[in-house]
């Protein structure tokens, strides 16, 4: 018993040991990167510390949380990036960006690099237009009134990019959600909305988050159905997924990708 208990003690007091420590956050460190800074030499300005939270010049990107752990400067944003300190003092900070690319920053003496940073929304990269489109398509004798209609929303899509100083940020963007209407005569063929969600199954999920539905279009007709194509792209990028919607004559709608 005396044995069995002793080595209940010795595996209790191994799992405590073994169990793991959170990093310490610098407090200091993060103390000290409070301010604006600017890029050492071309003096543009390229953040704001304030508390927790790093601020950009630019209007399109979110602000991130941030820790100093170590020699290290984490940005929490969609996902975590680290950066390995070179150089940190009250009016220097030296940092490795994620191409290996060493970035000297200095503190601003200049109270008027504040205007950089004054209450502003982000822009939004993607023109938030509403746009309407008419297309009559003749098939034999038959006369086909497409219509689409693209309205804007205000729900966000969150890409992250690189800025200048090779650091990731988060730029913001707005999605559509796009109507398709097709009519014969004053007879309803096809009525629906679409967004973005719809197209799950044609366009694999870690692009579809970046996405968002640009525009659908009138493509072709012929004996079977009426065709459109969705475009399902990722803001200033070339990445763009063409779905093909076929609306039958009877009104059933198909999609595959193009």
Known sequence: MLLSAV???VMGCRKQAEAPVAPR?????????QGIWLNDGEEDVAFKAKGDTIYYPDSTSLPVYFQIVGDTLVLHG????????????????????????HVRLVKSEDAGDEAYFGAKQAVVLNQRQLIKRDTVVTVGNDRYHCYVQVNPTTYKVVKTAYNDDGVAVDNVYYDNIVHLSVFKGNQKVYSSNFEKKDF???????????????????????????Y???SIAIPDSPSCYQVVITIAYDGKMTMQVF
């Open 7 to 9: 080595g209940l003690l």
């Open 200 to 226: 799950a199954q044609q366009v694999p999920s870690q692009i579809l988050t970046q996405s968002v539905l640009s525009d659908i279009t009138y493509t072709k007709a012929d004996a079977s159905a009426l």
């Open 228 to 230: 459109f194509t969705a």
């Open 25 to 33: 956050e610098d407090a200091t460190a993060k103390q000290m990167l």
């Open 78 to 101: 969609v996902s975590d990036a680290k950066y390995r300190i070179l150089k940190q003092a009250p009016h220097l900070f030296v940092f490795e960006n994620q191409s290996g690319d």
